[in-house]
């Protein structure tokens, strides 16, 4: 993952893992041709992410013109019908509104 999408991302990391003790992944390989690299299934996202009683996928995109691709929404959609949650972000704005909306953290709160 390169430009503005690995920005983001380093952003997330350090907010969720860091500072609100999260485990996360991430299941950037780097091209397939890399020695040691593994293949990723199409489609799979950015990001797994699991604590405070939830886990989830996230794939990261930048904030104007990032789409999914056409097995990556598929992924999302059959995740989702399965019961888990598969989320887009496109800052780690969006990270901070996911954690208010499922009252891990307060609108106010800040972190250090």
């Given at each position: 993952m390169r430009g503005p999408e690995a920005e983001i991302q380093k952003h997330i990391i350090e907010l969720l893992r860091d500072k609100l003790e999260f485990n996360v992944w991430e299941t950037s390989q780097g091209?397939?041709?890399d020695p040691g690299g593994t293949r990723m299934t199409p489609?799979?996202?950015?990001?797994?992410i699991a604590g405070h009683g939830h886990t989830l996928?996230?794939?990261v995109k930048a904030p104007k013109g990032g789409k999914l691709t056409d097995?990556?929404?598929l992924f999302r959609v059959r995740w989702?019908?399965?019961?888990?949650?598969?989320?887009?972000w496109r800052s780690d704005s969006d990270a901070w509104d996911w954690l208010v909306s499922v009252g891990i953290?307060?609108?106010?709160d800040e972190v250090a």
């Open positions: 091209y397939r041709k489609g799979i996202p950015d990001l797994i996928f996230v794939e097995m990556q929404y989702t019908e399965s019961g888990g949650t598969s989320l887009v953290i307060e609108e106010t």
